[in-house]
């Protein structure tokens, strides 16, 4: 089973399948003479994405960049794998999540003692050899012959997450900084496990709001052509879940009491289907009401 799609002139979604499901996460290559592979995923997730860029005429000669968004699990842990075959590749990321792809145990315990077992079904989890790691500058552009990269910093799902932007296609490539999208439904919901910050994730927003894009790329899943609409109606559901966490703190609410209320006032909440641990709800919530009990000590 082979899966791909081109999103823009530039721009390609690979699609390998997880557990036996497509539609879960979303491997970004950006392809000029040079390329870039944008979350190549979990190292389950290689042998596709092999076979894929094998098919997209991508070689180890031309292939300059391993970008994830960011160095959670789910879009990182195959790196080391990719790069056994594409030794003359270099990881870029983001400074904050460097050491972490060189030495990645912190990173897994980090991910167990959120999700338990799941994190075993993303296959072996290895360090990138030091010299192929390559530390990313904010708003740097990467010309790929042919299409420029350019690197944002966004701050907010997690302190070392970038997107993509190619400017020549007016295409956007997320990571989870803009939430979770259902193409089924066109419903986006917060992909938000601690530690999260509300604040930043609405400051990143707005700095990709500023681009214009047309399109947008999730991780999970698939793209959108109305970008900015997209973007800014996800800036007010962080707010909306922000204001809703706090004042239930403030009442009291357990943390399912408080899922109750966000449902009832988020109908994109209540509507979207449960695909993974890391995604539920629930641990969505966790990171906004960890953000919020850690500011009410500051
Ligand atoms: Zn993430």
Not at 190 to 195: A, N, V, W
Not at 253 to 261: A, N, V
């Amino acid at each position: 089973m082979m899966s791909y799609d081109s999103i823009s002139e530039h721009i390609v979604l690979i699609d390998a399948p997880f557990q036996g499901k497509l539609g879960v996460l979303g491997t970004y290559l950006i392809q000029g003479e040079t390329s870039v592979i944008v979350d190549p995923g979990p190292t389950v997730s290689i042998p596709h994405i092999e076979k894929s860029l094998r098919a997209l005429g991508v070689s180890g000669e031309n292939l300059l960049f391993i970008a994830p968004t960011h160095i959670h699990l789910d879009h990182s842990a195959g790196s080391w794998r990719l790069m056994q075959a594409y030794p003359k590749t270099r990881l870029l990321v983001h400074p904050r999540g460097s050491s972490h792809m060189k030495d990645p145990r912190k990173l897994e315990a980090g991910a167990r003692s959120l999700f338990g077992d799941a994190v075993s079904e993303y296959g072996e989890i290895k360090g990138v050899p030091v010299p192929m790691v390559i530390e990313s500058k904010d708003n740097e552009e990467i010309d790929l012959n042919g299409v420029t990269m350019k690197v944002i910093w966004t701050p907010g799902h997690s302190s070392h997450h970038q997107c993509l932007y190619v400017p020549e296609d007016r295409t956007l490539i997320l990571g989870d900084a803009g939430g979770r999208y259902d193409p089924m439904f066109g419903i986006v919901t917060p992909t938000t496990p601690p530690p999260f910050n509300p604040e930043k994730a609405m400051d990143s927003l707005d700095q990709l709001i500023s681009l214009r894009p047309e399109k947008a790329c999730y991780s999970h899943f698939g793209f959108t052509n109305n970008a900015v609409q997209r973007l800014e109606a996800h800036k007010n559901q962080i707010l909306l879940w922000s204001r809703i966490v706090s004042e239930s703190l403030e009442d009291q609410l357990t943390p399912k009491e408080i899922l109750t209320r966000i449902t009832a006032n988020d109908s994109d909440t209540a509507r979207m289907r449960n695909d993974h641990v890391e995604r539920s709800p629930m641990i969505s919530l966790m990171g906004f009401i960890r953000y919020h009990e850690w500011k009410s000590t500051v």
